[in-house]
């Protein structure tokens, strides 16, 4: 190691930020309403270097971000698009594969439902393969190297105005139905209205592993109800917090579902929200229960709703469900002996997820001590233990 | 000289002239002079002796490239196995030809579903077969794409990390059936899956089984390859997710101190197991902080190696470097203009003193380099090797006062991300008694991270704060931002992979399938499992650990299980990983 000299003077030093920062706006505020994008990466390609800087920047520029996670098959990323309601879908094509999935993907468009929503793609495009995808349906092709604002304009061209019928397939038609609702507070007075049998709200602290466990639970369910069609489909409604700045929002819960897979067993529907505003989540509840089955599908019976995840004092949610899973984690027991009240108090069902991570054992004997008749389950939702016996506290 | 840096904090975004900063954020001064470390004698022999001294910062060996010029490795391989096996005997001949003493080994690029360890008929697999490298399923294919090369005379670089032991196993097993033994074989695996879940995403089971996988194979070679590389630890990677230069060393370094870590833990002894570990970093742009980082990287390799992992043989401490130019920094503007930028960064990496050197073709950003490109990147090696001279000195920059002092900067920021990792691992203890170091970090300290999220935000960060600073223009790429030519057409030949090898690739793994025998393949599955739940009979046969499923997956590849079998064999027991916090 070099000698550290008390009077020496040079010291080259690491600049953390940006020379010139990406300015943090709403570029978005003329526009009809947000826009939406799905961002997707198709096939077995990993680099998501492109992808990630493309959503940060559309972030920052007041766009609600959806972003598929890797390796989506056309099919999985188009009925994201559709349960997203999204103004446009996004495809990062790295490996060369884009003459086969690209045309696939705009195929798969139609075939569940929205051949409306335009298909771009981005990447590493031979300026020679561009005609022959346009060719083959999709909107508009990015090589590399194209600016920030360029892409957000790109999107931002995208958003058109909102017609409250958007198609015949009911599960697309449920997604337009929400945006209309959540954003404009607008209710289509002939859509099909039910509560499902069963609301669950599943609250806790950013990083408790909500996502991961809601989406273990939703697949646990997509499994039963495969042996058991009485049980009927299972939907999830995932919130993330909208920038008070910009008012644009990431929402990368779904990532955590795997819909190559489970396909349209589950549906799946991601929104931003300021604070704790639920505002209009029990029309939205109903407009789930409501909606028609696809065919040979059931209605859905589940819902499963994902907070913010805001903190201690998110409690407004259990106003909107039948029963409130807390989730928390090991290293968490001082909040615990803290706060007696609060989120805690609202808890039907404690969950202590991670219960490998040092501490569980502290936060199990806190819990228990506090939760009275009211279950506590222990998980590691990346592993799936655990996720059966909370699957029957929560439903069984 | 002024500095804007202070040595309390970083330095203020507002005072900071954008042209002072490099690509990685550090702030430089206008120029550079005497500074007492560099004028010390203690300095110099401590921190840097002449080259061939320990701790290495100015070269391995004495006499330099004089007596072992880097060995010129293109990575090749695309469509199916007969299309790359072509491509390489065109590489070993034109190599032949040469009356110079120049190295050529074969690199083998797999393509995307191989390295994702799923056989061409998977569902994931469409569109993919073949395109980005060659694809291979089963021993059958592994004979193809080596068929007819003099393997125990070539050495052979497999740039696979999910499922590395699988295709190594296949490998090993199709050199058994050609009659040449196991120790007879020269080559290296690149196996560092921590990268992959940094950055590459090509990861198939969770951080610690795969980290133990990696141990396998230290093991295995260790044990009966003396001649092979089992790990080239990668940065990489690391470097093309956007990371800056300081954690592309600092986080490559970290990733080789776990597997070493754990391979002592395993009961391997760091003397053997260490002289057959490599690295592979990237050689980016801004000039001098490439050349300082590969100097900062053998210095504290070899202490590591040294001092806080108690290796005595002197081969155990060497930093061992494979270089590849940045594909990142290409543009499919105005292509001609990579052949400059590879150029310049091809020089950085050979006067950082790389060991090997691969330069990207000027068309990799439009689709897989076509055959003239390829020649072109290799001439450049050639230029550089033959006309410029670089090679006849030894660290030429050596004792410049800029040089030594970013070599500093570059070292102590990595330190400082390395204690970072180990702090997030889990308690200390010491690995060897005739260690200097009693308190040797944290266990695990990179798995941690990986739990945490911790890499991926912080190369996400910088990745985005290289895109901020183009976006504003603070940084300029040529043909890209600036000195665009909006007439421009590119009339540049791409190969193109026609649809048509995945569908005959999919044909023959069926036609293999229908020939083998379905009684083998099982019980070949069955051990496998076996291994991967800790007790293999196969393993304590060959006298290795119970757990290393090395030798069972040499026996499947012999029964004629796939890649995608034996991938999802060791799935069953160990999982899939979904990837950790994305964010």
Not at chain 2, 408 to 431: V, Y
């Amino acid at each position: 190691m070099p000698e550290h000299d008390p009077h020496h003077a040079h010291q080259t030093a690491t600049l953390h930020v940006a020379t010139t920062e990406f300015e943090k706006l709403d570029r978005c505020a003329e526009l009809p309403h947000r826009p939406r994008v799905l961002l997707g990466k198709m096939g077995l390609d990993g680099h998501d270097r492109g992808v990630k800087v493309i959503a940060r920047a559309l972030r920052d520029s007041g766009v609600h971000v959806i972003y598929s996670g890797l390796w989506q098959t056309p099919r999985s990323l188009a009925i994201s698009a559709r349960d997203e309601d999204v103004d446009v879908v996004a495809a990062s094509m790295m490996s060369n594969s884009h003459l086969v999935l690209g045309p696939r993907l705009v195929d798969s468009m139609r075939e569940i439902g929205r051949p409306d929503i335009p298909v771009q793609m981005g990447g590493i495009l031979p300026q020679d393969d561009i005609p022959k995808l346009l060719e083959g349906g999709v909107a508009s092709c990015f090589t590399t190297g194209v600016g920030l604002l360029e892409i957000v304009e790109a999107v931002k061209s995208t958003v058109k105005h909102r017609e409250a019928k958007v198609s015949d397939h009911p599960t697309a038609q449920l997604a337009r139905d929400i945006s209309l609702l959540h954003e404009a507070g607008k209710l289509r007075t002939d859509a099909p209205k039910r509560r499902p049998k069963r609301v669950i709200g599943v609250t806790g602290s950013p990083g408790a592993g909500k996502s991961t466990l809601v989406a273990s639970l939703a697949a646990e369910h997509a499994r039963r109800a495969q042996e058991d069609q009485s049980l009927g489909r299972v939907a999830v409604v995932a919130f993330d917090p909208q920038s008070p700045i910009t008012k644009g929002a990431l929402l990368g819960d779904r990532l955590r579902v795997d819909f190559n897979s489970l396909g349209q067993a589950v549906f799946y529907r991601s929104l931003a929200i300021a604070g704790e505003d639920y505002r209009g989540l029990d029309d939205i509840i109903q407009l789930i229960g409501g909606c028609a089955a696809p065919d040979g599908m059931a209605q859905i019976d589940t819902l499963f709703i994902e907070t913010v995840g805001a903190g201690q004092n998110e409690v407004r949610i259990r106003e909107h469900v039948d029963t409130t899973a807390v989730v928390l984690v090991p290293g968490m027991g001082d909040a615990v002996q803290m706060d007696k009240a609060g989120i805690l108090e609202i808890a039907d069902t404690f969950v202590c997820n991670k219960a490998d991570h040092q501490g569980q054992n502290e936060l199990m004997r806190d819990l228990r001590e506090i939760a009275g008749r009211r279950k506590v389950i222990e998980t590691v939702a990346t592993k799936g233990t655990g996720i059966n016996e909370l699957y029957e506290a929560l439903i069984g | 000289m002024t500095t804007l840096s202070s040595r309390q904090g970083t330095p203020n975004p507002d005072q900071v002239d954008p042209q002072a900063v490099t690509i990685s954020g550090l702030v430089l001064d206008p120029s550079y002079g005497p500074d007492k470390p560099a004028d010390s004698l203690k300095h110099i022999e401590r921190d840097i002796p002449e080259p061939g001294q320990f701790p290495y910062t100015r070269g391995l060996f004495p006499q330099g490239y004089r007596t072992r010029l880097w060995t010129m490795r293109q990575f090749a391989g695309f469509g199916s196995a007969d299309d790359t096996n072509r491509r390489f005997k065109y590489l070993l001949e034109q190599a032949k030809t040469s009356k110079t003493k120049a190295n050529t080994g074969l690199s083998t690029a797999f393509d995307l579903p191989t390295l994702m360890g799923r056989d061409s008929d998977d569902a994931l697999s469409a569109g993919e077969v073949g395109r980005c490298g060659v694809a291979i399923d089963t021993i059958e294919d592994m004979h193809r794409l080596y068929a007819d090369i003099p393997i125990d005379q070539v050495t052979v670089s497999q740039t696979i990390n999910g499922p590395a032991c699988v295709i190594w196993a296949m490998y090993i097993a199709m050199a058994q059936q050609r009659g040449i033994g196991a120790d007879q074989l020269g080559g290296t695996l690149q196996n560092d899956i921590l990268k992959e879940f940094h950055s590459q995403n090509e990861y198939i089971y969770p951080p610690e089984p795969s980290v133990k996988l990696v141990i396998d194979t230290i093991e295995y070679q260790s044990k009966f390859m003396p001649k092979w590389n089992s790990v080239s630890i990668s940065g990489y990677h690391i470097r093309e997710a956007g990371s800056s230069a300081t954690q592309e060393l600092a986080f490559t370094l970290r990733d080789g101190m776990e597997y070493v870590e754990e391979a002592i833990l395993r009961g391997l002894d760091v003397n053997d197991f260490g002289p057959r570990l490599s690295f592979f970093f990237n050689a980016h742009n801004e000039f001098f902080e490439e050349i300082c980082k590969l100097r900062a990287a053998r210095r504290i390799w070899a202490r590591m190696m040294k001092d806080r992992y108690g290796a005595t043989n002197p081969k155990a401490w060497y930093m061992k470097t494979h270089v590849q130019t940045a594909g990142c920094s290409l543009t499919e503007q105005q292509p001609l203009n990579n052949i400059v930028r590879v150029a310049y960064q091809a020089m950085a990496g050979v006067l950082g003193g790389c060991q090997s050197l691969h330069t990207d073709s000027m068309d990799e950003t439009l689709g897989l380099p076509t055959e003239q490109a390829v020649t072109v990147a290799l001439r450049t090696q050639q230029i550089l090797a033959h006309e410029t001279g670089v090679t006849r000195v030894t660290d030429p920059l050596g004792g410049s006062w800029f040089i030594e002092q970013l070599t500093d900067t570059m070292e102590r920021e990595a330190l400082g991300l390395i204690a970072e990792i180990d702090a997030m691992g889990g308690g200390p203890f010491k690995l060897a008694s005739n260690t200097k170091d009693d308190n040797v970090g944290g266990r695990a300290g990179a798995v941690s991270g990986i739990h945490k999220g911790y890499f991926r935000r912080a190369i996400a960060e910088a990745a985005y704060r290289f895109s901020e600073e183009c976006e504003a223009h603070d940084r300029i790429i040529v043909g890209v931002n600036e000195y665009v030519d909006n007439e421009e057409s590119r009339p540049i030949d791409i190969l193109e992979i026609p649809h048509q090898v995945e569908v005959d690739q999919c044909t023959r793994l069926e036609a293999f399938k229908k020939n083998r025998s379905a009684d083998a393949v099982r019980k070949a599955l069955d051990e496998i499992r076996a291994a991967a739940k800790g007790d293999s009979k196969l393993a304590r046969d060959a006298g290795v650990a119970p757990e290393n499923v090395m030798p069972a997956l040499v026996e499947g590849a012999l029964a004629g299980c796939t890649l995608g079998e034996m991938v999802q064999a060791m799935a069953d027991v160990y999982g899939r990983y979904a990837g950790g916090p994305e964010w």
